[in-house]
């Protein structure tokens, strides 16, 4: 009964294959699946039919109303609803909805983030349904996932850019496939499975600080006695709250049919993990987006505040989100799928080095697409990637590179089997290669994983550089092919060209250790250690022509994408920065000044009564609080300084302004910390003005 029960639910709120079956007209329904399937355009005269099943469909769910679902490039999602109303007579009314309410909309172009592409007067932007994503019902309201454009056709948005780098890798994925000889394959689709971390701290806890309200991290605040370090939370035994917070949340995520498959507690004290099955790239970054929004909104039902922050606490773990990435054919078929024989599967061979080329032609977009001020804080330790860049393919396929490049005949001496010496437990198959935490980038098997992408970032930015970069790489492996008669032949060369050329770039050992540092800058790998050093890449010519030749970004786009990460950067650093004044001003400092009046009067007291001991003791701490309170206040002085500074770059000099934040705002932020947090380990908590961290990593039972 369970299992009927959990059937019925799944995806009970989503406009999917079932539905549309069950609702549309045979020959409508087939239309729309193949034009799903193809990645065509819809026929616009199946627009009403299809319009008006939804409306239905949605009504039955108790909908009153419809919106375009889409994600402006604040990376968060937008809606503008409108009701089903419409007007028939003075007191009549019906619910409408047509097939020009589903195809188009329009929302303000000029308020949501453009670099520039639209001015303030400029307000027109169109929402266009994409039906490949399905619509879905939530909170009382038909939402139809869209692209968002402006008047003159820039891309406002995130899924516009990701739509054209998934048919331009295709294209170039089917080109190659024809070439080594496969003439059936029509399509070829990125799969994404995106795994999300996140923070949960009682919401009571969460409400007394300014700092993770609007920052979303912690500014203030020392380590408690125990950590992660002892590694007791990855994989324990959730507590009640949390178990009872992530079965609502599956449910909640079922019903939108998001597969969440997996979680469990992370390494951090207060860290958990959430993943799904894979599926279609442009579907799943929809659906991480909603996953995230789904998350906060179970978490303040249960009394918890759900953080998504790349690293809201200092001293452990942030947060990520690993994208597994793969290329799937039309009938299902995974390209990195190496098989029993790899050496002999020269398309799995081809697919990997023309990856393995991607990353190392292009390991500057890859960084840029996981750039932020949060993402800058997390990069480099605690489980997190180095931000050099380097590929882990394990010692086998190492190992099969190796001997066909130096053509050798030996077979691999991988161990298929583990045999524990315990009767009672089974041999144990091995998979081809162990995993690398350590490693940006890993193949793990049969996908690429890509573990530098922050917990709050939308998919859709590292995905649309991965397919565009893959794709070029594809493009002149063809074009290669191309230009000879004798294929198979030519198929060897450049499987051992490749990897000669490309393989300063795998590295299978510890991302952390000292060694690799040092071996990486011999090899010339680039490192880009935050969002300035790495943001002007973007706009180099290499990369402007790169995006423009496979159709993904105009050079328009590119700079305005450009201008948008430094805008948000500037504005991050900005916000944590006078939050962190806000917080010394108004709660720290005179927290502290009430502490060392009372120990002042304590001292008076005690010099009264004549107890000596007391008095030294009180007096010490007395003078020692006073010295932090000049501290705090001198610090607080120089971030003010430094913000000045910042703010009096000419406006339009975004990385100038950026580079003042990186360089002067930041140090005096850490410094105001450093102040704040040694004024922590003198006030009792009584004293103490916000939780801390032992309230908000254990806080939660």
Wanted: glycine share 6%.
């Amino acid at each position: 009964m369970e299992d009927i029960k959990f059937v019925d639910m799944f995806g009970s709120l989503v406009f999917n294959d079932k539905i549309m079956r069950s609702k549309l007209p045979k020959n409508v329904y087939m239309s729309l699946k193949q034009t799903i399937k193809d990645g065509t355009e819809l026929d616009s005269n199946l627009a009403e039919v299809v319009a008006s099943a939804m409306k239905d469909w949605a009504i039955s769910l108790g909908a009153t109303h419809y919106c375009h679902w889409f994600i402006p490039m604040t990376g968060s999602p937008a809606e503008k609803h409108n009701a089903f109303l419409s007007l028939i007579g003075p007191d009549e009314v019906i619910m409408e909805f047509s097939g020009k309410n589903l195809i188009k909309g329009e929302a303000d172009a000029s308020s949501f983030p453009s670099g520039g592409l639209r001015a303030t007067f400029e307000a027109r932007g169109y929402t266009a349904w994409d039906c490949a994503s399905p619509a879905f019902v939530k909170d009382g309201t038909l939402c139809i996932p869209t692209i968002y454009t402006s008047y003159n056709g820039e891309a406002l948005d995130k899924k516009t850019p990701l739509l054209r780098s998934m048919e331009c890798i295709s294209k170039q994925s089917v080109r190659l496939l024809r070439l080594l000889g496969d003439d059936k394959v029509r399509r070829v689709i990125p799969q994404i499975g995106a795994e999300q971390e996140y923070f949960l701290v009682d919401e009571k806890f969460h409400s007394q600080r300014a700092d993770l309200k609007f920052a979303g991290k912690t500014l203030f605040g020392c380590m408690p006695p125990k950590g992660q370090e002892m590694d007791d939370h990855y994989y324990g035994n959730l507590n009640d709250r949390v178990s009872h917070f992530m079965s609502e949340l599956d449910n909640e995520l079922w019903k939108l049919g998001i597969t969440s498959k997996t979680k469990h507690n992370e390494v951090a004290p207060a860290q958990h993990e959430l993943a799904p099955i894979y599926e279609n790239a442009s579907v799943a970054c929809d659906r991480n987006h909603l996953t995230m929004e789904i998350m906060k909104k179970v978490a303040k039902k249960n009394g918890l505040r759900c953080m998504l922050n790349e690293k809201p606490f200092e001293g452990v773990n942030g947060s990520g989100k690993h994208n597994n990435w793969s290329l799937s054919t039309d009938s299902g078929e995974n390209l990195f799928k190496a098989g029993k024989d790899v050496a002999a599967n020269k398309r799995f061979l081809l697919f990997c080095l023309a990856v393995l080329r991607a990353v190392d032609l292009h390991a500057d977009l890859l960084r840029l697409s996981v750039a932020t001020a949060g993402n800058d804080c997390r990069l480099g330790g605690h489980e997190a990637p180095p931000t050099v860049i380097s590929v882990f393919l394990g010692g086998d396929l190492t190992e099969t590179f190796e001997r066909i490049v130096n053509g050798s005949t030996q077979k691999s001496l991988h161990q298929a089997y583990l045999d524990m010496k315990i009767k009672t437990v089974p041999s144990l198959k091995l998979d081809p290669t162990d995993r690398n935490r350590t490693s940006p980038f890993a193949f793990t098997g049969d996908k690429f994983e890509f573990r530098m992408p922050g917990a709050p970032e939308s998919i859709a930015d590292c995905n649309i550089v991965l397919n565009t970069i893959v794709a070029e790489s594809l493009d002149f492996i063809s074009e290669r092919l191309e230009s000879v008669s004798d294929k198979q032949a030519a198929v060897d060369d450049i499987i051992k060209e490749l990897y000669n050329e490309h393989k300063r770039v795998i590295f299978n050992g510890d991302g952390y250790s000292e060694e690799w540092r040092k071996e990486a800058a011999k090899r010339n790998l680039p490192e880009f250690k935050d969002t300035v050093e790495v943001a002007p890449c973007l706009v180099a010519e290499k990369n402007v022509n790169l995006f423009n030749k496979y159709g993904v970004f105009t050079p328009t786009e590119i700079n305005s994408r450009y201008e948008i990460i430094l805008r948000v950067y500037n504005k991050t650093k900005n916000i944590e920065a006078k939050t962190m004044l806000d917080m010394a001003k108004k709660q720290f400092i005179p927290a502290a000044i009430k502490y060392a009046s009372f120990m002042v009067e304590n001292v008076l007291n005690s010099q009264k009564a004549g107890v000596q001991g007391l008095y030294k003791i009180e007096l010490k701490k007395a003078n020692e609080t006073a010295s932090v309170i000049e501290k705090i206040e001198q610090r607080v002085s120089e971030l003010e300084k430094a913000l000045e500074q910042a703010k009096a770059v000419q406006f339009g000099q975004t990385l100038k302004r950026a580079s003042v934040f990186r360089d002067e705002v930041d140090k005096a932020m850490f410094m105001l910390r450093q102040a704040v947090d040694e004024l922590e380990c003198l006030l009792p908590k009584d004293y103490y003005p916000v939780p801390t961290y032992a309230d908000l990593l254990f806080g939660v039972n």
